[in-house]
């Protein structure tokens, strides 16, 4: 257990919906990042947070948005959703403002019909 | 922008085999994680390499980061069933970066 809590751990929905993921970070962890893994790919990422400031955005749609707020938790926005969204999304904390050792969650499994 | 590539994409091994995946960056790192996911996991984090030449060992895995800084390796000696999984590379580019760029990943299956 990374004490890194993602929810919901799977999710349905349909073209064009928004769905919300969210990612509570381990205990004293400042810094909140997002990757998406498609199926048998990599981690692309997408955005990450330290202390609820935005510090460093990578491959991120414009459909897409995060926030970090001031409990440290995350939010990772996804709206207008296509079928090629569908993919894992983890959330990963650090404890450090510069990316050092990563503790992913889980991953909330997104499936657009 | 950096690019993050690992080779192979698939190694299939018997039980007892040496493994060894690869790892390459466009440019040069300031420093390089290790990660690996079990099939229908997270990645959990292995190690960090920062120093030029570096070569770290935990029981039967041993990390080298290499002289110029822009390649590392992973290598399994003696494989065994528990070590199945995705075995990621991740680099940062300088001291300043906000995040580590990820290798794509090199699949280990391990027959008993």
């Known amino acids: 257990d990374s004490g890194v809590t993602q929810t919901p751990k799977h999710l349905i929905t349909a073209t064009g919906q928004r769905v919300t993921l969210r990612c509570s970070p381990r205990s004293g962890d400042l810094s909140v990042y997002w990757y998406q893994q498609s199926l048998d790919q990599g981690l692309q990422f997408l955005i990450h947070?330290?202390?609820?400031?935005?510090?460093a955005k990578g491959n991120i749609l414009e459909r897409f948005s995060a926030q970090q707020f001031p409990d440290l938790h995350s939010e990772l926005n996804l709206s207008s959703l296509e079928l090629g969204d569908s993919a894992l999304y983890f959330c990963?904390?650090?404890?450090?403002?510069?990316?050092?050792?990563?503790?992913f969650g889980e991953g909330s499994r997104l499936t657009v019909l | 922008g950096q690019q993050v590539m690992q080779i192979p994409q698939y190694q299939h091994v018997q039980e007892g085999e040496d493994f060894t995946t690869y790892c390459n960056s466009s440019t040069t790192l300031s420093n390089i994680q290790w990660y690996k996911q079990r099939p229908g996991g997270h990645p959990v984090f292995l190690i960090q390499?920062?120093?030029?030449?570096e070569v770290k060992k935990q029981k039967r895995l041993t990390f080298q980061f290499g002289e110029a800084k822009k390649n590392s390796s992973l290598h399994i000696t003696a494989t065994q069933t528990t070590d199945v999984g995705t075995y990621f590379c991740?680099?940062?580019?300088?001291?300043?970066?906000?995040?580590?760029?990820f290798g794509p990943g090199t699949r280990l299956s391990v027959l008993p």
């Open positions: 947070y330290y202390n609820g400031e935005e510090r």
């Open positions: 990963a904390s650090s404890p450090l403002p510069r990316a050092g050792e990563l503790f």
């Open positions: 991740a680099g940062r580019e300088d001291n300043y970066g906000q995040n580590f760029v």
């Open positions: 390499l920062v120093k030029s030449g």
